[in-house]
Structures are given as structure tokens and as C-alpha cells.
């Protein structure tokens, strides 16, 4: 969803993806316009979407969500110090980069996590966080904040990493939106094979005040996590 002026929001998506460089953001080759229209030229990247993979497998074991769930941690990080916010982050917008046959999406190698579509992304004023307002991306992962219209903050992008770190380990979003209720109810619950460490974290991420979620740092320190990075030498 997206309420803004066409040329301000293809002005502002160009600026941002113009400064960001990012091992896990796709590389800006060229823009191109003609009186119509405007091409922006990325890398080509082979694979599959996040919500590709769990349209059909519907979930995955959580060795495979650490994987893609640390790439996107590093990039909101870089993100945020650069004073940048996604206010998109979804299944749709995040592509599995792999070289292998997709025919089986269980079997496929991951070789790098890459976050798409800036159109929505804007930066926020460090010294007045909670200055960013309006409704942008999908409902479905959007914070409360966003979607009562009060102003909010980059904290947005967290609990979106908590949405989709849910959605990817139980293959189900942890809520129902409804256009009626404009409300998130939290109160699925997870699958019982879930590790209580990832289950802390999910939650952590997904509460509804923004100072009581987790930040990017704390994220990194969290046991789910920090396990993972010891065993591979992050």
C-alpha cells in the first residue's frame, strides 16, 4: 500500500537504492528514461522468493531460517546507520539466491539472502526517531503503529524480521489482519516443534510497544542466534 505522489516515490526509491552497498541488497547497474517511463537496472539473480518457497513447502527447519534470517539482520543493520528504513520487509521482497535446480525447493543450496523493493524505504531523523508516519507495504507485516496511523519509528523493520521469522519456522503469519478490525491479533501460538529459544525470539520481536522490542544488537546477542554464529565463526 502505498500513499504518496508518483514522482516523489520513484524520486525517493532511486536516491536510496543510488546509496545503499550491500552484499545482501541488489546492485544498481544503470537508470534510464524516456518521456514515460523510468528502467532501473539491477544484477540479475538467479533463485527463488522467500514466499516462493514457503508457498510450497510451507515452512523450513530452522538451520535454513538462521541462514536467511542472519543476511537480513546484517542489512537492516546497515540500513538503520544509515538512517534508512525498508518499511516493506516480506516474504515477496526477499529473494533466495541459489544456482541448483529449483524444481525442489527443499534441496536447493542457498547461497546468499537478498532484500528487494525499495519503493516504500525512507530515511528518519535520528534525533526524532518516532517521526515517521503513514501506512506503506503489506498489512500483513506491517508494526502496529503503522497500521493505527500513529508515528513510529525504524523499530518498523524489527518487527517485520519477527513476522517473517515466524511465517518462515511455522509456515503461517502470526496474526490475521483484517481490513474490518484493522488489528493484529498475536495470538496463534507456534507449532510445538519450535525451539523455545526461536519461539523467545519471535516474540520479542513482534510486541506492540516499540520500546520494548528488540533492537538490532539485542537481536545479535539473542541465544537463537548468537548460537548460530558461534557455530559457523561469524
Same mark, same amino acid.
Not at 514522482?7 to 537508470?31: C, K, M, P, T, Y
Not at 524444481?103 to 519503493?119: A, F, P, Q
Given at each position: 500500500?502505498?500513499?504518496m505522489d508518483?514522482?516523489?516515490?520513484?524520486?525517493g526509491?532511486i536516491?536510496i537504492?543510488?546509496?545503499?552497498?550491500?552484499?545482501?541488497? +541488489?546492485?544498481?547497474?544503470?537508470i #534510464?528514461?524516456?518521456?514515460?517511463?523510468?528502467f532501473?537496472?539491477?544484477?540479475?539473480?538467479?533463485?527463488?522468493?522467500?514466499?516462493?518457497?514457503?508457498?510450497?513447502?510451507?515452512?523450513?527447519?530452522?538451520?535454513?531460517?538462521?541462514?536467511i =534470517?542472519?543476511?537480513?539482520?546484517?542489512?537492516?543493520?546497515?540500513?538503520? +546507520?544509515?538512517?534508512i528504513?525498508?518499511?516493506?520487509?516480506? !516474504?515477496?521482497?526477499?529473494?533466495?539466491e541459489?544456482?541448483?535446480?529449483t524444481?525442489?525447493?527443499?534441496?536447493?543450496?542457498?547461497?546468499? *539472502?537478498?532484500?528487494?523493493?525499495?519503493?516504500?524505504?525512507?530515511?528518519?531523523?535520528?534525533?526524532?526517531?518516532?517521526?515517521?508516519?503513514?501506512?506503506?507495504?503489506? !498489512?500483513?507485516?506491517?508494526?502496529?503503529?503503522m497500521?493505527?496511523?500513529?508515528?513510529y519509528?525504524?523499530?518498523?523493520?524489527?518487527?517485520?524480521?519477527?513476522?517473517?521469522? =515466524?511465517?518462515?519456522?511455522?509456515?503461517?503469519?502470526?496474526?490475521?489482519?483484517?481490513k474490518?478490525?484493522? #488489528?493484529?491479533?498475536?495470538?496463534?501460538g507456534?507449532?510445538?516443534?519450535?525451539? !523455545?529459544e526461536?519461539? $523467545?525470539?519471535?516474540?520479542k520481536?513482534?510486541? *506492540? *510497544?516499540?520500546? $520494548?522490542?528488540?533492537?538490532?544488537?539485542?537481536?545479535?546477542?539473542?541465544?537463537?542466534?548468537?548460537?548460530?554464529?558461534?557455530?559457523?565463526?561469524y
Amino acid at each position: 500500500i502505498k500513499f504518496m505522489d508518483v514522482e516523489d516515490f520513484v524520486d525517493g526509491e532511486i536516491a536510496i537504492i543510488q546509496e545503499v552497498h550491500h552484499r545482501n541488497i +541488489s546492485r544498481l547497474l544503470e537508470i #534510464a528514461n524516456t518521456d514515460n517511463h523510468l528502467f532501473i537496472v539491477t544484477e540479475l539473480i538467479t533463485g527463488i522468493t522467500l514466499k516462493e518457497y514457503l508457498d510450497v513447502e510451507m515452512d523450513m527447519p530452522e538451520d535454513k531460517a538462521k541462514f536467511i =534470517f542472519r543476511a537480513l539482520i546484517d542489512v537492516v543493520e546497515y540500513l538503520q +546507520s544509515k538512517n534508512i528504513v525498508h518499511r516493506d520487509i516480506q !516474504p515477496s521482497n526477499i529473494i533466495l539466491e541459489t544456482h541448483d535446480d529449483t524444481s525442489d525447493y527443499s534441496t536447493c543450496k542457498l547461497e546468499r *539472502t537478498v532484500l528487494v523493493d525499495y519503493g516504500c524505504a525512507t530515511h528518519f531523523n535520528p534525533m526524532n526517531p518516532q517521526s515517521l508516519k503513514g501506512l506503506t507495504g503489506s !498489512p500483513q507485516y506491517a508494526a502496529p503503529r503503522m497500521l493505527v496511523n500513529s508515528r513510529y519509528s525504524c523499530l518498523v523493520d524489527n518487527f517485520a524480521l519477527g513476522a517473517v521469522l =515466524f511465517n518462515m519456522v511455522n509456515g503461517y503469519r502470526p496474526f490475521k489482519y483484517s481490513k474490518d478490525t484493522i #488489528a493484529q491479533v498475536y495470538d496463534i501460538g507456534h507449532e510445538d516443534y519450535i525451539s !523455545p529459544e526461536c519461539k $523467545d525470539l519471535c516474540d520479542k520481536l513482534l510486541l *506492540t *510497544t516499540e520500546d $520494548d522490542r528488540l533492537s538490532i544488537q539485542q537481536i545479535k546477542q539473542h541465544k537463537w542466534l548468537s548460537a548460530y554464529d558461534k557455530k559457523i565463526n561469524y
